[in-house]
């Protein structure tokens, strides 16, 4: 039956509708102009009084100005964490005792937010929402994170270019690296020793390229550090990049790429060895791979690749997916040198109501994956079953749904 | 340097069917989406100066017009759960095929997201990754919503065929 839907999709679009005179939207694009104007000399009017007040108020009391404080940065967002849903990304901070999440709000909001003493989650400082853009959350060996940022937050919605920030753990953030015109970064993350940041890279929507462009990954230095840019292009017929996770060693990188084809979209991690010689690394036969899709759970014709994650020091990576039709998401480790699947598939329920598949995937301390769902934190323990999380290791579910 | 956009006019001429159809699909209500779709060129040609030094004006126009459909489509099921009742598709289409009626009905029963990225996905022709820019959201969680939404329409689909009074039950 899923056949039959290009055929409706296409009779709706001959269809025959209605549209509205245009005499009639230019009257009420008139009177929003009009609106607009009276709210902007209201706003005006309000302005001068409120600043009239303040004036007469420091006169009063023969105050001045203060010893200049130091700027804040950008306001911590308001979370609504029993409303945040769904987390698009989730990562463990060093010591890895609190999963910095980043979600959407019931606004449409984008809100990062990092699980704390009692798996409350509370405000992070340093990442304005931007409605329309999505951001990206990395973190830092030295405890602070870098993210994507909107470079023109103003732009018409879901136009913003995105930049790269490196936040402190005060929240004081420093723009380091391009800004990625036309492009919209999938995926960010920072080598172990914090001196490269690699960002994924896709067209982005409504951009002169969009849909025709390659997928790149670039590598670059952090602030503070130096060395060469590179970059990567993911060849065709994939036009996706997503899910980077560095190796412990610093030089292997490990992430998903996705094929569209004519029933679907079919994916797998693979590992890209950032040392290699060559400034385009993938060849006409094939992907520069180290291990190459795990074979069972990862790598299923019709299955999209959804998530990887590097499992800490243990040499091998877990990858997620969500087949047709499943209503379940299938985690396989697999080696990273040669791809070869490590231990059995777990099948993690994904079909509660109003919970999507897999959101995020973070590796604990431990070197197991910790699985964000949009509607809870899973733990896979040593010997793949889905647990509590161990101790030490908090988590505020994201939940929502 | 930039070639001029087109006038409001063409633009509107060459845009404002898809706009509706759009609209339709993720409302279900050809006055509703007619209603959003003249609020959306109004907002259009409120700021066309800068809506027309957009990449995509087109682009620009859909993410209005899916931000009105949808709030319109909560405040709209809201209403209906208040009321006990549920709206007809029918009769607000005599001019639209059975086919179609069915497909925005079934539509209509998909959680929103799904029901958005299905209507991006193949009635705006939009990739995986165009789709994932436009809503501000990870491309895993539009493959997801995508394969579930497929599943799910065509269910809904195959079950209006198989009874086509059952509308009044859709959610």
Redesign the interface.
């Given at each position: 039956?899923?056949d039959?839907?290009?055929e409706?999709?296409a009779?709706?679009?001959q269809?025959?509708?209605?549209?509205?005179p245009?005499g009639?939207?230019?009257a009420?694009?008139r009177?929003?102009?009009r609106r607009?104007r009276l709210q902007v000399s209201a706003l005006a009017v309000a302005v001068i009084a409120g600043t009239a007040l303040v004036a007469q108020f420091v006169s009063a009391h023969g105050g001045g100005r203060g010893p200049i404080q130091p700027n804040p940065g950008p306001r911590p967002t308001s979370p609504s964490p029993a409303r945040t849903t769904?987390a698009?990304?989730a990562v463990l901070p060093p010591p890895g005792n609190g999963l910095l999440i980043l979600g959407?709000n019931a606004h449409?909001q984008?809100v990062m937010t990092r699980a704390g003493s009692g798996g409350q989650p509370v405000p992070v400082p340093g990442l304005a929402p931007v409605?329309?853009?999505?951001p990206n959350i990395a973190t830092d060996p030295s405890g602070g994170w870098v993210v994507t940022y909107a470079v023109n937050p103003n732009a018409?919605?879901?136009?913003q270019t995105p930049g790269l920030a490196m936040v402190t753990t005060n929240g004081h953030a420093v723009d380091f690296g391009p800004v990625f015109t036309?492009k919209?970064v999938?995926s960010v993350a920072v080598s172990p020793d914090g001196k490269r940041v690699a960002a994924a890279l896709?067209?982005?929507?409504?951009?002169?390229s969009?849909?025709s462009g390659n997928?790149t990954i670039e590598v670059l230095p952090t602030p503070g550090h130096h060395g060469t840019s590179r970059t990567w292009t993911i060849p065709p017929p994939s036009?996706?990049a997503?899910?980077l996770s560095w190796a412990p060693d610093g030089r292997h990188l490990t992430y998903a790429v996705?094929v569209?084809t004519g029933g679907?979209?079919d994916g797998y991690p693979v590992t890209l060895d950032t040392a290699a010689p060559g400034s385009v690394a993938p060849g006409q036969s094939g992907w520069p791979l180290v291990g190459k899709g795990a074979s069972t759970a990862a790598g299923r014709a019709g299955c999209?690749?959804?998530?990887a994650a590097w499992l800490g020091g243990t040499g091998q990576f877990a990858a997620l997916e969500?087949c047709?039709?499943s209503q379940t998401e299938v985690l396989q480790r697999a080696s990273a040198s040669d791809g070869t699947t490590a231990g059995p598939a777990v099948t993690i329920p994904g079909a509660q109501p109003?919970c999507?598949?897999?959101?995020a995937l973070a590796p604990a301390p431990a070197g197991n994956p910790v699985l964000i769902t949009y509607c809870g934190v899973v733990y896979l323990d040593d010997h793949g079953r889905i647990t509590g999380l161990p101790g030490g290791l908090t988590a505020a579910a994201p939940a929502g749904g | 340097m930039r070639a001029p956009g087109p006038s409001f006019d063409e633009f509107y001429a060459g845009t404002a069917a898809r706009i509706v159809r759009h609209a339709y699909a993720l409302t279900g209500d050809i006055d509703d989406a007619r209603d959003i779709a003249q609020e959306t060129f109004a907002r259009a040609w409120q700021r066309w100066s800068s809506v027309s030094a957009c990449n995509s004006p087109e682009a620009w126009v859909r993410r209005v017009a899916t931000n009105l459909a949808v709030s319109r489509w909560r405040r709209a099921r809201t209403a209906r759960l208040l009321a006990g009742r549920e709206a007809g598709l029918a009769r607000h289409a005599p001019e639209i095929s059975t086919d179609t009626v069915a497909l925005v009905a079934g539509l209509r029963t998909l959680p929103q997201r799904q029901r958005t990225v299905l209507v991006l996905y193949y009635l705006a022709d939009l990739s995986v990754d165009q789709i994932a820019a436009e809503l501000g959201c990870p491309a895993g969680s539009v493959k997801s919503w995508l394969s579930r939404g497929r599943v799910a329409l065509a269910a809904a689909v195959r079950a209006d065929d198989a009874n086509p009074t059952s509308e009044a039950s859709h959610a």
């Open positions: 039956m899923p039959r839907l290009p409706l999709f009779e709706l679009r269809a025959d509708v209605p549209v509205p245009p009639r939207v230019a009420r694009g009177q929003l102009r607009a769904p698009a990304r959407l449409g984008f409605a329309g853009f999505r018409p919605y879901g136009s036309g919209a999938t896709i067209p982005a929507s409504g951009s002169a969009a849909g997928a036009n996706l997503d899910n996705g569209q679907g979209i999209p690749p959804d998530v969500e047709d039709n109003g999507g598949g897999g959101g | -």
